[in-house]
Structure formats: structure tokens, C-alpha cells
């Protein structure tokens, strides 16, 4: 079953991200307190998804042990192919996403992180960019339903 397994923000674009059980997710602005609140690129770029799974194989190819927030993405989830849903809509609770593109991996995130061809391991793995459809509240463990 799809769920979420963990919320991730940064409240300063560059500073760490910290874990948070729950999120507000407001229509055409963002994630409440996260850094780009009101200050994304374009509404594509509300939200971002990434699958534990993706993270879990590059830990255990790599034998290393990032943690889900070094990722950087907003909801990490659990059980559910992202790369399926581009231009399908999810729900969660009472939010509603659209997801619209993948999010590439970049050289930030490898610089970052200090691993050498970061950004080819992580070519289509590396989740997925989201307009919120409609505001709500979002926890962790919650399901996550594909609508459209």
C-alpha cells in the first residue's frame, strides 16, 4: 500500500532539511515554512516526491547509508512507482497533487553528498516534481491514493 514514510522541509534555501510529522500544503504556494514557500520556480515545483525504495538501492549498491533528507525532497514515500504518475493526480488525505515531471538529479546534490557519479545512478530515480491541486494537511504514514 502507498504511503508517506517521511515529510522533509528546510526552512533556508542551502540549509539542512529536518523532518517534520505533519505539513501544510497550500494551493499555489507550497509547503507551509519550507524554503520555497511562495517562491517556486513554477507550479510545477510545489512539492517533490521521491520513493524510499530508490534510496534504499542506492544505499545498499553503494554500501553507504544516506539518510531520506539528504535527498532533499519534500515527501519521501513508500510503495507506489512515482515515474508512473507524470500528468496523473494523487491524494492525500485532503491534498490533492498533480505530478508533472521528473526531477532530475543535479551536481548540488552531488557536490553536496560527495559522491562521484551521483547524478548517473540517480537518472530517473530521483522522484518527482508536483503542483498541489488542492490545500490540505499531510502526516506521515498516511496513504497515498492515485485519482486520475
Known amino acids: 500500500m502507498a504511503k508517506i514514510k517521511a515529510i522533509n522541509i528546510s526552512n533556508l534555501s542551502g540549509e539542512s532539511t529536518v523532518y517534520v510529522n505533519q505539513a501544510i500544503l497550500n494551493r499555489n504556494r507550497g509547503i507551509l ?11 510545477y515545483d510545489q ?3 521521491i520513493e524510499s525504495e530508490n534510496i534504499d538501492y542506492l544505499n545498499n549498491t553503494m554500501k553507504i547509508k544516506l539518510d531520506y533528507k539528504d535527498f532533499r525532497r519534500n515527501i519521501i514515500t513508500s510503495g507506489i512507482d512515482l515515474n508512473k504518475l507524470i500528468n496523473k493526480r494523487i491524494k492525500i488525505n485532503d491534498v ?3 505530478v508533472h515531471q521528473l526531477c532530475q538529479p543535479c551536481r ?4 553536496k553528498l560527495n559522491i562521484n557519479n551521483l547524478v548517473k ?3 530517473n530515480k530521483s522522484g ?6 488542492q490545500s490540505g494537511t499531510i502526516s506521515t504514514f498516511d496513504h ?5
Open 33 to 43: 515554512n519550507d524554503r520555497y514557500y511562495e517562491n517556486f520556480k513554477n507550479k
Open 47 to 49: 512539492v517533490t516526491l
Open 96 to 98: 490533492v497533487l498533480k
Open 108 to 111: 548540488y546534490l552531488q557536490k
Open 121 to 123: 545512478l540517480l537518472v
Open 128 to 133: 518527482v516534481c508536483a503542483e498541489i491541486i
Open 144 to 148: 497515498i491514493k492515485i485519482i486520475k
